[in-house]
């Protein structure tokens, strides 16, 4: 095994022997089955990444990923009086609906990309790591911002006609409703 590998197996490694649930589950599997903890988990991602490029549901699987762990830990951050946590959240939700929209856009193009679903969870896994430089931090600053603040007075005056245009629309139908009823 190269230096390198061998570095990145000592680092999980070490993070499997820290003290928390899921490192418990390794522990009584590496005690039962009598295989190292970390070729478990190594085993165990590369199933999942097998499962991610082959599988099917991984659409789903992609997509519980990345909606359904930062959906809870945003409902704890809400419930903190920290504001770094709501912020951290805030620009992981940005850069989600940012890279939805992109994607609803796009699906044709995405359809013939191998091992879309796959790299779709990896990016999403970044984006929301507890690294300072995660994904939606690096994207949201270098890219979703700048073209926020450049578009940000067309986009406020679009989304006034239109809330203008469906309040005016909604006062004609009640209208109608009304008057219909009267006859």
Request: aromatic letters at 14%.
């Amino acid at each position: 095994m190269s230096a390198i590998m061998s570095g990145y197996f000592d680092k999980l490694d070490k993070k499997l022997h820290e003290k928390n649930k899921i490192n418990e589950y390794f522990e009584k599997a590496e005690k039962a089955i009598g295989v190292k903890r970390v070729y478990l988990a190594v085993g165990l991602l590369s199933l999942w990444a097998l499962y991610m490029i082959l599988g099917r549901g991984a659409e789903l699987i992609c997509n519980l990923i990345g909606f359904g762990y930062p959906a809870y830990v945003s409902l704890i951050a809400l419930e903190t009086s920290s504001k770094e946590d709501d912020t951290k959240w805030l620009t992981y939700w940005v850069t989600f609906a940012s890279l939805s929209l992109v994607e609803f856009f796009s699906d044709i193009i995405i359809s013939f990309i191998p091992f879309y679903w796959l790299m779709k969870c990896l990016f999403l896994i970044w984006c929301f790591a507890p690294l300072e430089n995660n994904g939606s931090n690096v994207l949201y600053h270098r890219v979703i911002r700048p073209i926020f603040l450049k578009n940000r007075k067309g986009i406020d005056e679009a989304l006034n006609k239109a809330a203008s245009t469906a309040g005016g629309l909604a006062k004609e139908a009640a209208g109608k409703i009304i008057a219909g009823k009267t006859e």
